[in-house]
């Protein structure tokens, strides 16, 4: 009992490790808040660092990460060339607030001089994308990845003072 305790522990560290350094897939379909199509490939930063964040508008955790973000995220971008891409996951039938919400919370560029960078804003209702990064059903889940595309970093869930982490892990990668 004690090996197959043993082996199931080390298969489940063992897949985990896997993920990290996996490429980003670059052939899944999103949407743009405008409804065209773009390839998850799109996904990059002139070899920057990316944080990729998973989220919905239904989702209070999910909310609130990217509000606090919101708040830094020009600093962020002035210190390390950091983009943030925010991945909706809302269905068909809540989609059609993802614009909205994103206008009004200052992620997506509405011709407001309020905030310097904006979020990159993508829709995968039919959670492709999220699937093929095997992403559970509960967001918010959120990525670093490095400027060859690769995953460094994953995490799921908010607590304040998470985006700490994120930030440390994206200057990890610059240094």
Request: aromatic fraction near 8%.
């Amino acid at each position: 009992m004690k090996r197959i305790t043993l082996f199931l522990a080390l298969l489940v560290m063992g897949t985990g490790l896997m993920a990290q350094n996996a490429k980003l897939p670059d052939n899944v379909t999103l949407r743009t808040l405008d409804g065209k199509s773009v390839q998850s490939s799109a996904i990059q930063n002139d070899g920057r660092p990316v944080i990729i964040s998973f989220w919905a508008t239904w989702c209070g955790p999910c909310m609130l990460e990217l509000k606090t973000i919101r708040e830094i995220y020009d600093e962020w971008v002035e210190e390390t060339g950091v983009k943030m891409v925010i991945v909706s996951i809302d269905d068909a039938r809540t989609a059609a607030r993802v614009k909205g919400v994103t206008e009004k919370q200052g992620w997506s560029d509405t011709g407001d001089d309020e905030f310097q960078h904006y979020y990159e804003v993508y829709l995968d209702s039919n959670r492709d994308f999220a699937t093929a990064l095997n992403i559970g059903q509960d967001p918010p889940h959120t990525f670093v990845i490095n400027g060859q595309g690769e995953i460094v970093w994953q995490h799921k869930g908010y607590q304040p003072g998470a985006e700490e982490e994120v930030i440390e892990q994206v200057r990890a990668l610059l240094k």
